[in-house]
């Protein structure tokens, strides 16, 4: 079994401040490790994810995050937000090495809003 | 490409009506799905398929059907609509049941 804590469901920043959107996961097996985000009226996008080998993982828009196996955590940072990075974020989970698309479990998701 | 394209965007059902969800991605992706997004719960599995002709139960299938009869369509069927499947609907696909996954823009029900 597996689950995802994506605790809070809004944060807001100032612009050009650092972002931080906390996720700690439980499972069995070794992970697979994903953040996808959400715009207004828009479908899911897959933002970053951590398979296996580095444990820092660089995604898209200047989005990156680190897998912390001993504290169960793959914490999502950007160093300076800017307006467009208003969005819903979701992290999920995946085990391995099944790795399944039918296995990924979501978390509730946080609403990012940054302000001018 | 268009991706993975979802009609209707909207839709207002009254309870035991039926409606079918459409979903078509135009990527050749083996692998489709369908998720629910309620508020405060993320996205859940309704029911998936890795090729034509092969489907599975997700996470909260009770109360939809589908089918694959082709690679590029999945829809979901609502046999009696309920306000409990109030919702807005996802359908995702990927080349595998391993890659990444694309999502289509989302269809809004209100079931009254």
């Known amino acids: 079994a597996q689950s995802v804590t994506q605790l809070g469901s809004h944060v807001s920043v100032s612009e050009g401040a650092l972002v931080l959107l906390r996720c700690n996961y439980s499972?069995?097996?070794?992970?697979?490790l994903f953040w996808y985000v959400q715009y207004p009226n828009q479908g899911l996008q897959l933002l970053l994810k951590?398979?296996?080998?580095?444990?820092l993982v660089k995604g898209i828009n200047g989005f990156e995050a680190e897998f912390k196996k001993s504290e169960t955590s793959f914490h999502l940072t950007k160093p300076s937000a800017h307006m467009s990075d208003a969005a819903e974020y979701f992290c999920?989970?995946?085990?391995?090495?099944?790795?399944?698309?039918?296995?990924?479990?979501f978390g509730k998701g946080i609403t990012l809003s940054v302000r001018p | 490409n268009a991706g993975v394209t979802q009609t209707p965007k909207f839709q207002v059902l009254k309870t035991g009506q039926s409606m079918t969800l459409q979903c078509a991605q135009d990527?050749?992706?083996?692998?489709m799905s369908w998720y629910r997004q309620d508020p405060g719960m993320g996205l859940r599995l309704i029911h998936y398929?890795?090729?034509?002709?092969?489907?599975d139960q997700g996470e909260v299938p009770n109360g939809y059907n589908v089918s694959r009869s082709t690679t590029e369509d999945f829809p979901l069927r609502l046999l009696s609509a309920a306000p409990s499947q109030t919702s807005v609907y996802f359908c995702?696909?990927?080349?595998?049941?391993?890659?990444?996954?694309?999502f289509g823009e989302g269809s809004r029900l209100t079931v009254l």
């Open positions: 995702a696909s990927s080349y595998s049941s391993f890659g990444e996954l694309f």
């Open positions: 499972s069995s097996v070794p992970p697979y």
């Open positions: 951590y398979t296996t080998g580095a444990t």
């Open positions: 999920a989970v995946s085990p391995l090495p099944v790795g399944a698309n039918s296995k990924l479990t």
């Open positions: 990527m050749n992706h083996e692998y």
């Open positions: 398929s890795v090729g034509a002709g092969i489907t």
